[in-house]
């Protein structure tokens, strides 16, 4: 690492701040003596809580931006687990940006019984791998796959609602790419391009209260 060239011993501590940002920064692990090497996909999978190879196939690049962008699965388990003994017989769920499927994992791993599960999601690569990964699972629900949650009107949600009664869940996380990360384009908060979708995601959750209030 260049930055500890010429360092003898402890670095002076100018030397460990920047050493501590590049690594922040970059997910770097240390591999060796004054080595640095960035987490590779697989690492991040098993460090997220997917299924080992959950995005095998996607692009390494794909791998770390989806990757990146999910839900951390235990996390996320430990807050739905409280569904379990509610639902014992199942639930439906509205997945909004579902990405590589985070909560559909989730839920699968605390062993709630999905009967339909309606997952909006844009990327057609991350549609894919939550397919991929229903059917090796041997999911015996439905999946039904929606691209663009601008398109989510109340017909559609009325549509779908009616013909299973109604969703148990609604679950979603939007893009934070204008907020966070280091995957941002633009600091432009809540207005953003994308971040903006989050907007999109009350639109829905009203629309589904009213529905199933009707
Ligand atoms: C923060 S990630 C959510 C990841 C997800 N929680 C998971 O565990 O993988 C946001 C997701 O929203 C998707 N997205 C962006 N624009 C969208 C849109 N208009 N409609 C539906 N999904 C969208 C992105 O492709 C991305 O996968």
Redesign the pocket.
């Given at each position: 690492m260049k930055l500890l060239e010429g360092c003898d011993g402890i670095p002076p501590e100018r030397v460990q701040r920047a050493v501590i940002h590049e690594c922040r920064k970059w997910n770097l692990l240390w591999v060796g003596r004054n080595r640095v090497a960035p987490l590779e996909p697989d690492e991040v999978e098993m460090l997220m809580g997917f299924p080992k190879d959950h995005t095998r196939g996607m692009s390494r690049t794909d791998r770390y931006k989806?990757l990146g962008?999910?839900?951390q699965i235990h996390t996320v388990a430990y807050h739905f687990s409280v569904l379990r003994d509610k639902f014992p017989n199942g639930i439906n769920v509205l997945s909004l940006?579902?990405?590589?499927?985070?909560?559909e994992v989730a839920l699968h791993r605390l062993g709630i019984h999905m009967k339909n599960v309606v997952s909006?999601?844009?990327?057609e690569v991350?549609r894919n791998v939550v397919r991929c990964w229903w059917e090796q699972t041997n999911q015996t629900g439905n999946l039904i796959h929606l691209?663009?949650?601008?398109e989510l009107d109340a017909n559609r949600l009325e549509q779908l609602m009616f013909s299973f009664g109604g969703f148990d869940l609604v679950v979603g996380?939007?893009?934070?790419n204008n907020l966070t990360g280091s995957n941002r384009y633009h600091r432009d908060g809540l207005e953003g391009k994308?971040s903006s979708?989050f907007y999109h995601y009350f639109r829905i959750l009203d629309l589904v209260k009213s529905i199933m209030a009707g």
């Open positions: 989806s962008n999910a839900f940006f579902s990405g590589i499927g985070g909560a909006v999601e844009i990327s991350n691209a663009d949650v601008k996380g939007s893009p934070c994308e979708l």
